[in-house]
Structure formats: structure tokens, C-alpha cells
T-cell receptor
Framework: AQSVSQHNHHVILSEAASLELGCNYSYGGTVNLFWYVQYPGQHLQLLLKYFSGDPLVKGIKGFEAEFIKSKFSFNLRKPSVQWSDTAEYFCAGSGAGSYQLTFGKGTKLSVIP | EAGVAQSPRYKIIEKRQSVAFWCNPISGHATLYWYQQILGQGPKLLIQFQNNGVVDDSQLPKDRFSAERLKGVDSTLKIQPAKLEDSAVYLC??????????????FGPGTRLLVL
């Protein structure tokens, strides 16, 4: 079965620290991968996505993610976090020919000023 | 551009009661999704519509959940009768098409349901 797993449930960082959130997927063949973010009191919104081409994807607010096919991973990174990055981050994927998004359980990020 | 609208935002009911949620997708979006998000988990797809037809309802508990999208725009999700384990946030999302490479789904604010 297709699945997406996120390893960290809650990450606490100080401002200016670097961030890396793990995401692994189990899909055969072509895969579309997404990172969504949910800021406190707001709805889910797209941070970035990968569907083909350059495996290093840049998103909004300085976030980026790298698709590593050999490791079945799509980790989210940011070199220097801000307090405003405090949110819950969800990795999601869909396989070729399937529009169904499968989400990971999410990672809560708390950034301490 | 207006986003996906949902109502109500919050609902508290007792078990065995019925409840309905409403969703208005982004104008022009052919595909509409309903997700259930239980506390501590990621959203899980319940049902997907393409225009007014059901594309995928394999994870919808059809003994108590129903959904419709009569005119290919607004949609309603109903639970009857509700159980304690239905307590969750119900998210509606829409996209322009379904299955297009890397297509983005746009989410509404959700309806938070508490079943007592």
C-alpha cells in the first residue's frame, strides 16, 4: 500500500537554527510529492511540490526539499528558521495515475525566539 | 481569488445525532475532496468528486457517511448517526482537474466536529 511517513512528531528549535524534517514514501513508479503547512489557526496551504525535473525544489518562505529516489525520501529544509515558521508540516504523496493524496502524520515545529 | 469555503467552523453534537457540513470550492475547480483529520494524524481522503460524479469513495464509511455534489459546485457531507470516533476536523479541498501531474489541492479552513 502507498504510504508516507514522517519521523519527527515534534521539533523544537531556536531562531536561526537550521531545519530538516524527514519524509519517506513507499510508491512504485512515478510519484508526486508535496509539503503542506498549517500555521496556527489557518488552513493547510502548499509549501512546495515535486512532480518531475530538478529534484531540488524551492518553495515559499525560503523552504526547499530534495527528492532522493534511491532513498525514497523528500526531506524539507530551511537554513535559518524564524519564529513565524512555527506550524505543523505535512508531507503528502500521490502515485502516477492516482489523484489520491496520502498524508503523513505531520510534524509540529516550534521555534523559540 | 476566493478560497475554499466551509461551514460551520465548529459543531458539537451528541452521539447518534446527525450532522451536515457544507463546502464551496474555488470557482472553476472541477474536482472536490473531503478529508477527515483525526487529532494527531494527517488528513485521510473520504471521497472525491469530479464535477458531480463520484470518482473515489473507497474510504467513506457508507453505513453512516454520505456526500453529494448535485450541481457540480457545492458539496455536502453528512454523518448519520454520529459516533464518538467521528470527532475530527473535516476538510474540504478542490483542484482544477484530477490526476494532472503535480496538481495542487487547495484546502478550506475545515469544520471541527466534537461528538459527545
Amino acid at each position: 500500500a502507498q504510504s508516507v511517513s514522517q519521523h519527527n512528531h515534534h521539533v523544537i528549535l531556536s531562531e536561526a537554527a537550521s531545519l530538516e524534517l524527514g519524509c519517506n514514501y513507499s510508491y512504485g513508479g512515478t510519484v508526486n510529492l508535496f509539503w503542506y503547512v498549517q500555521y496556527p489557526g489557518q488552513h493547510l496551504q502548499l509549501l512546495l511540490k515535486y512532480f518531475s525535473g530538478d529534484p531540488l525544489v524551492k518553495g515559499i518562505k525560503g523552504f526547499e526539499a530534495e527528492f532522493i529516489k534511491s532513498k525514497f525520501s523528500f526531506n524539507l529544509r530551511k537554513p535559518s528558521v524564524q519564529w513565524s515558521d512555527t506550524a505543523e508540516y505535512f508531507c503528502a504523496g500521490s502515485g502516477a495515475g492516482s489523484y489520491q493524496l496520502t498524508f503523513g502524520k505531520g510534524t509540529k515545529l516550534s521555534v523559540i525566539p | 481569488e476566493a478560497g475554499v469555503a466551509q461551514s460551520p467552523r465548529y459543531k458539537i453534537i451528541e452521539k447518534r445525532q446527525s450532522v451536515a457540513f457544507w463546502c464551496n470550492p474555488i470557482s472553476g475547480h472541477a474536482t472536490l475532496y473531503w478529508y477527515q483529520q483525526i487529532l494527531g494524524q494527517g488528513p485521510k481522503l473520504l471521497i472525491q468528486f469530479q464535477n458531480n460524479g463520484v470518482v473515489d469513495d473507497s474510504q467513506l464509511p457508507k453505513d453512516r457517511f454520505s456526500a453529494e455534489r448535485l450541481k457540480g459546485v457545492d458539496s455536502t457531507l453528512k454523518i448519520q448517526p454520529a459516533k464518538l470516533e467521528d470527532s475530527a476536523v473535516y476538510l474540504c479541498a478542490s483542484s482544477i482537474l484530477a490526476g494532472a501531474l503535480g496538481e495542487t489541492q487547495y484546502f478550506g479552513p475545515g469544520t471541527r466536529l466534537l461528538v459527545l
